[in-house]
């Protein structure tokens, strides 16, 4: 791990955008280099335009030369909103994004992205460039990045367009996503996200920077050279005086989130800090945990929430016994995936990342009610039919996890995690026996009833503290929850000979849960193991020629399609 920290994007993002109005948001700023005048919204066509604030801070901490830079930076559609849809039809399969113009409710015409510029489900392929020159002239930073038309924090420009944001909070998927929805809603715009490492600049240095939607992108977006970047006169600022002193900055930021962020409770997934291969590590130690990645202000939710009812009493749904199809999710599992090993606790552990989705068309809601003096909940399935809760049913128990990384309320019987023979037989199972089920990655956008902002729906997981009474665990349709099984929660190898193996996952393995159908609850994903006690391995063929153990799961592009045959797991999340 990095032995510096950064400040959270959020953060910085709330300092800098101080006097930026709407109208400056609408109208943009246009750079410099063109020698063009500054645009309004009056006189500009209905397209997107790159705008911001003309200056902005940088910050860097005492004898210290190495700035971040987070400037505000908005891709704003005052006219007309802009809709990116990419899908693929298998894991492997080229995915394909198409792009549609919104006036209110009348949808433009749907044209299909050139290939070149689509960069996986990550967004538009080198679509922003960032540029950075101190005062002498001299280039500091001069990078493309993928262009996510979307993000966190979002601001409404003008009145002609919906009342909240419309579009996922960011761009990308896991390795089985099948499709993503991204965009700009008519009328607001969203922060371009473009945080900067500095090198070489220290407190008191003025810097230039350009931000620019590159030439090809602004050509199909139809953006005027004028109104594709934007220029900001850049201060850096003494970190210090402006947070205190943290020691520094360190850390990798998690989609503009930081190490500092971590206290966010349920809604963060687990993950340690590595795996290895040949041999794998010695005792991986505490637990971190990575945050959910469009739940951010949800981290001031209560842990100790308490229930005005029970189900049951008067107001509530009805108790049923076969609930409508129409009201029930569809759970699937996806195979196992950043596998690798570790020696941990003395023991060789098979180690990977387990992902039960939920495909619809009624999103997965179970609430746990704790029964009275006891430290477990009984837990409820409640049924939705057009966002009205429709009826409720007995589906199993909910314990408290007291255990670092932890420290919240799991549900008993969602998953369960097998290593079998090739014919199926157990060799032996996970840890993991319960889950606090949160909404970790987008799987399927388009799917029937797919929640695109999932915060807005009102029926968020709150995995509660030692003391709740009652709690809530959710899955919207089209969205997984990714766990990372290291440690005691992954695989025992002791006594386990080298071979070929199957990861099984199975979900709703009791059938304890209504869901459509079960015949996608089972998953299986081919291992070989190898090395010896104390230092064991593991080989990971491709999947639907995918080879899932290469890169960022968050941001899977087409070069793991052209990976070797087999990988030799060595890496994990943060």
């Known amino acids: 791990m990095a032995s510096r920290s950064r400040l959270t ?5 709330g300092v800098m955008t101080l006097g930026l109005s709407a109208a400056q948001l609408a109208a943009g700023t246009a750079s410099a280099d063109d020698g063009s005048t500054p645009s309004t919204a009056s006189d500009t066509d209905n397209g997107l335009r790159i705008t911001g604030p003309p200056t902005v801070d940088a910050y860097a901490y005492p004898g210290e030369s190495f700035a971040f830079l987070d400037s505000v930076r908005y891709l704003a559609a005052p006219e007309v909103g802009y809709e990116f849809a990419t899908k693929r039809d298998s894991y492997g399969a080229t995915p394909m994004m198409t792009m549609t113009t919104v006036d209110g409710t009348r949808r433009g015409e749907t044209v299909t992205v050139p290939a070149e510029l689509v960069d996986g489900m990550n967004g538009i392929k080198d679509g ?56 700009v809603d008519q009328g607001w715009a969203a922060n371009l996200e473009a ?42 600022r003494n970190a210090s005086k402006e947070w205190g002193d943290d020691g520094g900055f360190a850390g990798e930021p998690v989609e503009g989130f930081s190490a500092e962020g971590a206290d966010v409770g349920q809604l963060m997934q687990d993950v340690s800090p590595g795996t290895a291969s040949a041999g794998g590590i010695e005792d991986s130690g505490v637990v971190e945990r990575t945050p959910n990645l469009y739940l951010a202000e949800e981290v001031k939710r209560a842990d100790n929430a308490t229930a005005s009812a029970k189900p049951g009493t008067k107001g509530a749904a009805p108790k049923v ?8 999710p569809d759970l699937v599992a996806e195979p196992a995936w950043s596998i690798g090993t570790e020696r941990q606790g003395g023991k060789d552990r098979l180690t990977f990342n387990a992902h039960e989705w939920n495909a619809g068309p009624a999103p997965l809601v179970v609430e746990g009610f704790r029964r009275p003096n006891k430290s477990v909940m009984d837990a409820y399935q409640f049924f939705y039919e057009d966002g009205e809760q429709v009826g409720y049913a007995r589906t199993g128990t909910m314990k408290y996890h007291a255990a670092p990384g932890h420290n919240h309320w799991h549900f008993l019987d969602f998953a369960q995690y097998e290593l079998v023979t090739p014919q ?27 929640a695109w902002r999932p915060e807005l729906i009102g029926l968020e997981s709150a995995c509660g503290g030692k003391e709740a009474t009652w709690m809530r665990e959710s899955l919207p349709v089209g969205w997984g929850d990714t766990y990372a099984q290291y440690q005691t929660e992954a695989f025992d190898l002791t006594g ?21 159908t079960a015949e996608n609850n089972v998953s299986l994903r081919k291992v070989v193991i190898g090395g010896k006690p104390g230092a064991r391995t593991v080989k ?17 592009t087409e070069s793991a399609r052209t990976a070797g045959t087999a990988s030799m797991s060595s890496h994990s999340h943060h």
């Open 424 to 450: 199926g037989d157990l060799v032996t199972t996970s840890g993991k026996q319960s889950w606090c089920l949160v909404p970790t990655d987008p799987v399927d956008m388009l799917a029937e009833n797919a």
């Open 128 to 183: 922003l460039r960032v540029r950075i020159v101190n005062s002498q002239g001299k280039v500091v930073f001069d990078e493309k990045r993928t262009l996510c038309p979307a993000g966190y924090d979002t601001r409404r420009i003008a009145p002609n367009g919906p009342s909240e944001a419309s579009y996922p909070a960011f761009c990308g998927g896991n390795w089985f996503t099948r499709s993503v929805v991204f965009g």
């Open 540 to 556: 990971v063929p491709k999947i639907d020629g995918v080879d899932t153990e290469t890169g960022d799961y968050l941001f899977a």
């Open 496 to 516: 386990v000979p080298n071979g070929t193996y199957k990861i099984r996952i199975t979900v709703n393995p009791d059938g304890n849960l209504h869901e459509v």
């Open 195 to 236: 945080y900067t490492d500095v090198k070489g600049v220290k407190i008191g240095h003025r810097l230039t920077m350009t931000t620019a939607i590159t030439e090809p992108v602004a050509a199909f977006l139809g953006i005027p050279d004028s109104e594709r970047k934007l220029k900001q006169k850049v201060t850096v």
């Open 321 to 328: 016994a076969d609930p409508r199809d129409g009201t029930l």
């Open 9 to 13: 994007a959020v953060g910085l993002a």
